[in-house]
C-alpha cells in the first residue's frame, strides 16, 4: 500500500511531539534520580547518626529497624528509576517501528497503537507507545488486515484491524514508512538479514514472524521449539524470557530464570540481547557446570566437547563400546532398577567395628535399612541410621573423655598432648561411623556396571576414577544415581528453565533436568538434524516432558536460498523447509590436489582476504577438530584470525579459526569449511556436524576438500 504525502507529515509531526515528550520525560526522571540518590544518602546518614551502631542484642536490632526500612525503600525507588531513565534513553534512538489501527467490537473509536521496544505514557497515564510484549501487539506480528482477536487477562477482544505500518526511525525523524497489508513486511527482514555482521546477537522485535511469535507467547508452562537451522530459536529462547518477565513482572525475576546453553562462548554471544529489551539479564550456565557443582569432589570432569574430540581423533583410549553403552536408553532404565534393587536389598553394608568393640551388626544395619525405614528414600535411611548410631557411640566418647580427665590430673599425660590424642581417637571414631553409612556413589555405579553389565566396563570407570576423572558419559547417570537415591539439590529460586540445542541432551541428561528442575516450567529448543553427537541415542522428549507443547518450525531466515537449499539437500531426509528468499551466491566448493598444510593455508588466507574485502567482518574457519585446527594456526598468521578453544568464554569479533562442534548457535558473515583428508568429516555418521557448521553461513559458504 502506498503512503500518501498527508500520512507522511502527520507521522512526522506526531513522532516529533512524542519525541519531545520523552524528552521531558527524560529530564523528570533525571530530576526524581537526583532527588532519589540524595534521599538515600540521607538515610544512610540518619541510621549513622542517631542509629544503634553497636548491635548489643536483639533490642538493638528493633531499635535500627525503622532506618533499614527507610534505606531499603529508597534503595528500591533508587533502582526503579534508574532502569525506567535506562530504558527512556534507549527508546530515543528509535522511538517504535510499528503501528496498528485497531476497532474493538462494538466500539466507535478506533485506536492508534504505536508498538516499540518499551512504553510511554503521558501524564494522563495515556499510551504514547505500547511495549512489543503487550497483548495487543501480537496482532503486529500475527495477522493480516481484517477481522482479528487477541488474547487478554479478562479474556479474548475481538476486533477489525484497518492498518499495519512500519517505520525505520533514527531519534526524531522516519527514515522511511510503509504499509503492509498481510505480514511483517520482507524488505525490511531482508535488509536487515543482508547487512554484515561482527557483534553479539540483537533482539528481533522489529521483524519476528508469526511462528516466532507464537512461541515466544506460548502460554503453556513448557513448551519444546523443534525448527531448522536459522528458524531463530536461540532468538525465541531470549526474547521468550524477556516477555516471561513481562507478563510476570510481579511473580518472576530474571535470577529465577536460566538458560542452559552449549558453551560459555555463546553465553556471551547472546548476553546483550535482554539488556537491549531493557532487562535484567538471566543466568546462563551449561549441563557440564550444573554437573559441577554436584560432583565437585576434587575429581576432574571430561567435558562432552573433549570426548567428541576424542571420539572424532579415534583415540585408542576411548571405548566407544562404553559411551555408545551410558548415552543408550536402555542404560538408564538399567540404571534406575538398581537403585530400586539397592532399597530392597542389596545395600554394601557390614559390621561397624571401632576400637575393638563390635558397635553395630551388619544384621541391625538392614533390618533398619529394609524394614524400620523403609518407607524413606535411601538418603533419608542412611540418615536415621546415622542418628542411631550417634546414640551407640556416646559412651564411648564419653568414657574417653573421663580417661583423659583421669590421665591429666594424675600426671600420666600431658595436657596438650593428651587432648590431641584424644581429638584423633574421636575423629577416627566418627570417621568410621561416616563411612558406614556414607553414600558411596562412585562405588555403588561401579557395582551396577558390573552387575549389570561386565566386569571390564566397571574396571574401566574405576580406573578413570582413581586418577581423578569423571568422564563425560559416566557424568549424567552418576547425578541420576545420586536422584534415584534421594539426594536433593536446592535450586529452588529456578522457576523457568530454558535449555538451547536440547537435541544434543542425552536420555538422562533429560531425566536429569526434569528431576533437579521438576516444579519448574521449560522452554527446550533444538533441531535434531543438528544433533553433533552420532553417538547418543535419540531421546523421546515427550517420554519426558510429558504435558509439554510441541511447536514446530519450519522457516529458515539466516543464509541465503543458496546456502539454505544447498545444506537442506545434503540431509537423507530432505525437510520441508520454506527458506526466505535473499539471494545470494551458490556455495563454493572448492578442491585442491595436494593438502599439505602450506598448500590449504594458501587458499584459506586467499578465501579470507577476499571476503574481507568484500566487506565482510564476520569470517569462520571452521575445521572437524580442535587438534586439525591447532595444527593449521601458524600457517595462518599472515591474516588476522583468532582460534577459538573450549576454554573460551567471551565471544570472539572478526575472522575466527575453530573445531566443529564450538559453532553451535553462532553465525557468521562467511564460512570456510575444512574437509581435507586430514581433518574429513565421515558423510555418514558426521553428517549432522558437517550440515552445523555448513548453515552457520549467513551471505558466503565454501568447502575445501
Same mark, same amino acid.
Given at each position: 500500500?502506498?503512503?500518501?504525502?498527508?500520512?507522511?507529515?502527520?507521522?512526522?509531526?506526531?513522532?516529533?511531539?512524542?519525541?519531545?515528550?520523552?524528552?521531558?520525560?527524560?529530564?523528570?526522571?533525571?530530576?526524581?534520580?537526583?532527588?532519589?540518590?540524595?534521599?538515600?544518602?540521607?538515610?544512610?546518614?540518619?541510621?549513622?547518626?542517631?542509629?544503634?551502631?553497636?548491635?548489643?542484642?536483639?533490642?538493638?536490632?528493633?531499635?535500627?529497624?525503622?532506618?533499614?526500612?527507610?534505606?531499603?525503600?529508597?534503595?528500591?525507588?533508587?533502582?526503579?528509576?534508574?532502569?525506567?531513565?535506562?530504558?527512556?534513553?534507549?527508546?530515543?534512538?528509535?522511538?517504535?517501528?510499528?503501528?496498528?489501527?485497531?476497532?474493538?467490537?462494538?466500539?466507535?473509536?478506533?485506536?492508534?497503537?504505536?508498538?516499540?521496544?518499551?512504553?510511554?505514557?503521558?501524564?494522563?497515564?495515556?499510551?504514547?507507545?505500547?511495549?512489543?510484549?503487550?497483548?495487543?501487539?501480537?496482532?503486529?506480528?500475527?495477522?493480516?488486515?481484517?477481522?482479528?482477536?487477541?488474547?487478554?487477562?479478562?479474556?479474548?477482544?475481538?476486533?477489525?484491524?484497518?492498518?499495519?505500518?512500519?517505520?525505520?526511525?533514527?531519534?526524531?525523524?522516519?527514515?522511511?514508512?510503509?504499509?503492509?497489508?498481510?505480514?511483517?513486511?520482507?524488505?525490511?527482514?531482508?535488509?536487515?538479514?543482508?547487512?554484515?555482521?561482527?557483534?553479539?546477537?540483537?533482539?528481533?522485535?522489529?521483524?519476528?514472524?508469526?511462528?516466532?511469535?507464537?512461541?515466544?507467547?506460548?502460554?503453556?508452562?513448557?513448551?519444546?521449539?523443534?525448527?531448522?537451522?536459522?528458524?531463530?530459536?536461540?532468538?525465541?529462547?531470549?526474547?521468550?524470557?524477556?516477555?516471561?518477565?513481562?507478563?510476570?513482572?510481579?511473580?518472576?525475576?530474571?535470577?529465577?530464570?536460566?538458560?542452559?546453553?552449549?558453551?560459555?562462548?555463546?553465553?556471551?554471544?547472546?548476553?546483550?540481547?535482554?539488556?537491549?529489551?531493557?532487562?535484567?539479564?538471566?543466568?546462563?550456565?551449561?549441563?557440564?557446570?550444573?554437573?559441577?557443582?554436584?560432583?565437585?569432589?576434587?575429581?576432574?570432569?571430561?567435558?562432552?566437547?573433549?570426548?567428541?574430540?576424542?571420539?572424532?581423533?579415534?583415540?585408542?583410549?576411548?571405548?566407544?563400546?562404553?559411551?555408545?553403552?551410558?548415552?543408550?536408553?536402555?542404560?538408564?532404565?538399567?540404571?534406575?532398577?538398581?537403585?530400586?534393587?539397592?532399597?530392597?536389598?542389596?545395600?554394601?553394608?557390614?559390621?561397624?567395628?571401632?576400637?575393638?568393640?563390635?558397635?553395630?551388626?551388619?544384621?541391625?544395619?538392614?533390618?533398619?535399612?529394609?524394614?524400620?525405614?523403609?518407607?524413606?528414600?535411601?538418603?533419608?535411611?542412611?540418615?536415621?541410621?546415622?542418628?542411631?548410631?550417634?546414640?551407640?557411640?556416646?559412651?564411648?566418647?564419653?568414657?574417653?573423655?573421663?580417661? =583423659?580427665?583421669? &590421665?591429666?590430673?594424675?600426671?600420666? +599425660?600431658?595436657?596438650?598432648?593428651?587432648? @590431641? *590424642? !584424644?581429638?584423633?581417637?574421636? /575423629?577416627?571414631?566418627?570417621?568410621?561411623?561416616?563411612?558406614?553409612?556414607?553414600?558411596?556413589?562412585?562405588?555403588?555405579?561401579?557395582?551396577?556396571?558390573?552387575?549389570?553389565?561386565?566386569?571390564?566396563?566397571?574396571?574401566?570407570?574405576?580406573?578413570?576414577?582413581?586418577?581423578?576423572?569423571?568422564?563425560?558419559?559416566?557424568?549424567?547417570?552418576?547425578?541420576?544415581?545420586?536422584?534415584?537415591?534421594?539426594?536433593?539439590?536446592?535450586?529452588?529460586?529456578?522457576?523457568?528453565?530454558?535449555?538451547?540445542?536440547?537435541?544434543?541432551?542425552?536420555?538422562?541428561?533429560?531425566?536429569?533436568?526434569?528431576?533437579?528442575?521438576?516444579?519448574?516450567?521449560?522452554?527446550?529448543?533444538?533441531?535434531?538434524?543438528?544433533?553433533?553427537?552420532? =553417538?547418543?541415542? &535419540?531421546?523421546?522428549?515427550?517420554? +519426558?516432558?510429558?504435558?509439554?507443547?510441541? @511447536? *514446530? !518450525?519450519?522457516?529458515?531466515? /539466516?543464509?541465503?536460498?543458496?546456502?539454505?537449499?544447498?545444506?537442506?539437500?545434503?540431509?537423507?531426509?530432505?525437510?520441508?523447509?520454506?527458506?526466505?528468499?535473499?539471494?545470494?551466491?551458490?556455495?563454493?566448493?572448492?578442491?585442491?590436489?595436494?593438502?599439505?598444510?602450506?598448500?590449504?593455508?594458501?587458499?584459506?588466507?586467499?578465501?579470507?582476504?577476499?571476503?574481507?574485502?568484500?566487506?565482510?567482518?564476520?569470517?569462520?574457519?571452521?575445521?572437524?577438530?580442535?587438534?586439525?585446527?591447532?595444527?593449521?594456526?601458524?600457517?595462518?598468521?599472515?591474516?588476522?584470525?583468532?582460534?577459538?578453544?573450549?576454554?573460551?568464554?567471551?565471544?570472539?569479533?572478526?575472522?575466527?579459526?575453530?573445531?566443529?562442534?564450538?559453532?553451535?548457535?553462532?553465525?557468521?558473515?562467511?564460512?570456510?569449511?575444512?574437509?581435507?583428508?586430514?581433518?574429513?568429516?565421515? *558423510?555418514?555418521?558426521?553428517?549432522?556436524?558437517?550440515?552445523?557448521?555448513?548453515?552457520?553461513?549467513?551471505?558466503?559458504?565454501?568447502?575445501?576438500?
Amino acid at each position: 500500500m502506498s503512503i500518501t504525502e498527508k500520512d507522511k507529515i502527520f507521522e512526522q509531526k506526531r513522532l516529533h511531539e512524542v519525541y519531545g515528550k520523552l524528552q521531558r520525560r527524560i529530564e523528570d526522571l533525571e530530576i526524581s534520580l537526583n532527588d532519589s540518590l540524595i534521599r538515600f544518602k540521607k538515610s544512610n546518614e540518619q541510621m549513622w547518626d542517631s542509629g544503634k551502631r553497636n548491635l548489643v542484642d536483639f533490642y538493638d536490632a528493633i531499635e535500627n529497624m525503622p532506618y533499614l526500612e527507610s534505606i531499603k525503600a529508597d534503595y528500591f525507588k533508587l533502582e526503579t528509576i534508574k532502569k525506567e531513565l535506562k530504558r527512556m534513553n534507549m527508546l530515543q534512538r528509535d522511538m517504535y517501528f510499528g503501528r496498528i489501527d485497531f476497532q474493538e467490537e462494538d466500539e466507535k473509536n478506533v485506536e492508534k497503537i504505536y508498538i516499540g521496544k518499551f512504553s510511554l505514557t503521558d501524564d494522563e497515564g495515556q499510551y504514547l507507545v505500547f511495549d512489543w510484549r503487550a497483548n495487543i501487539c501480537s496482532l503486529f506480528y500475527e495477522n493480516e488486515i481484517g477481522n482479528v482477536f487477541y488474547d487478554a487477562p479478562d479474556g479474548r477482544i475481538y476486533g477489525d484491524m484497518s492498518k499495519k505500518r512500519q517505520f525505520e526511525i533514527l531519534y526524531d525523524n522516519i527514515i522511511s514508512m510503509f504499509d503492509s497489508s498481510i505480514m511483517i513486511d520482507d524488505d525490511i527482514l531482508k535488509d536487515i538479514l543482508s547487512k554484515s555482521k561482527d557483534s553479539k546477537m540483537s533482539n528481533i522485535v522489529e521483524t519476528i514472524q508469526k511462528e516466532q511469535n507464537q512461541a515466544i507467547r506460548s502460554t503453556y508452562n513448557t513448551i519444546i521449539v523443534d525448527g531448522p537451522a536459522g528458524c531463530g530459536k536461540t532468538s525465541i529462547a531470549m526474547h521468550r524470557a524477556a516477555w516471561l518477565m513481562y507478563k510476570f513482572k510481579n511473580e518472576l525475576q530474571n535470577n529465577q530464570i536460566i538458560i542452559f546453553s552449549p558453551n560459555e562462548t555463546f553465553n556471551d554471544y547472546v548476553s546483550e540481547v535482554l539488556p537491549e529489551l531493557g532487562e535484567e539479564n538471566i543466568s546462563m550456565s551449561t549441563f557440564h557446570n550444573l554437573a559441577y557443582k554436584i560432583l565437585s569432589d576434587k575429581r576432574v570432569l571430561i567435558s562432552k566437547y573433549t570426548e567428541l574430540e576424542d571420539v572424532l581423533l579415534g583415540n585408542e583410549y576411548v571405548h566407544m563400546n562404553d559411551i555408545r553403552l551410558k548415552y543408550s536408553i536402555s542404560f538408564a532404565k538399567k540404571l534406575k532398577d538398581y537403585a530400586n534393587l539397592i532399597s530392597k536389598g542389596d545395600y554394601p553394608f557390614k559390621d561397624l567395628v571401632i576400637e575393638g568393640s563390635l558397635i553395630f551388626t551388619k544384621q541391625e544395619f538392614e533390618s533398619m535399612f529394609y524394614v524400620e525405614y523403609s518407607f524413606n528414600d535411601v538418603i533419608t535411611r542412611l540418615a536415621k541410621i546415622r542418628l542411631v548410631l550417634n546414640e551407640r557411640i556416646f559412651p564411648i566418647i564419653r568414657n574417653l573423655r573421663i580417661e =583423659y580427665v583421669k &590421665k591429666v590430673k594424675s600426671g600420666e +599425660i600431658d595436657m596438650s598432648e593428651g587432648y @590431641i *590424642k !584424644l581429638k584423633e581417637k574421636c /575423629r577416627r571414631i566418627y570417621e568410621a561411623v561416616d563411612m558406614s553409612v556414607a553414600a558411596d556413589f562412585e562405588m555403588i555405579y561401579a557395582q551396577f556396571l558390573k552387575h549389570s553389565y561386565s566386569s571390564t566396563i566397571s574396571a574401566n570407570f574405576l580406573e578413570r576414577l582413581n586418577s581423578g576423572y569423571i568422564y563425560a558419559e559416566d557424568t549424567a547417570p552418576l547425578i541420576y544415581l545420586r536422584l534415584l537415591l534421594g539426594k536433593k539439590y536446592n535450586f529452588s529460586e529456578i522457576r523457568h528453565v530454558i535449555i538451547d540445542e536440547f537435541q544434543d541432551y542425552s536420555y538422562i541428561e533429560k531425566i536429569v533436568i526434569s528431576m533437579i528442575f521438576k516444579k519448574c516450567h521449560m522452554t527446550l529448543l533444538g533441531d535434531v538434524n543438528q544433533k553433533i553427537n552420532y =553417538y547418543i541415542e &535419540k531421546a523421546p522428549d515427550k517420554d +519426558i516432558f510429558v504435558n509439554a507443547r510441541s @511447536i *514446530k !518450525l519450519d522457516k529458515s531466515y /539466516r543464509s541465503t536460498y543458496q546456502i539454505a537449499k544447498f545444506c537442506n539437500d545434503m540431509l537423507q531426509d530432505n525437510l520441508d523447509i520454506k527458506y526466505f528468499n535473499r539471494q545470494g551466491n551458490e556455495p563454493q566448493i572448492i578442491t585442491i590436489d595436494s593438502f599439505d598444510l602450506d598448500s590449504l593455508s594458501s587458499v584459506i588466507k586467499e578465501k579470507v582476504s577476499k571476503y574481507q574485502l568484500a566487506g565482510y567482518r564476520s569470517i569462520a574457519v571452521i575445521t572437524r577438530t580442535e587438534s586439525f585446527a591447532k595444527q593449521l594456526q601458524p600457517y595462518l598468521k599472515d591474516v588476522k584470525i583468532s582460534r577459538v578453544t573450549e576454554k573460551n568464554t567471551s565471544y570472539t569479533y572478526g575472522s575466527v579459526l575453530m573445531p566443529s562442534y564450538l559453532t553451535k548457535g553462532l553465525e557468521f558473515d562467511a564460512v570456510i569449511v575444512i574437509d581435507t583428508l586430514n581433518d574429513k568429516f565421515k *558423510k555418514e555418521e558426521e553428517m549432522n556436524l558437517f550440515y552445523t557448521c555448513c548453515t552457520r553461513a549467513l551471505h558466503e559458504l565454501s568447502i575445501i576438500n
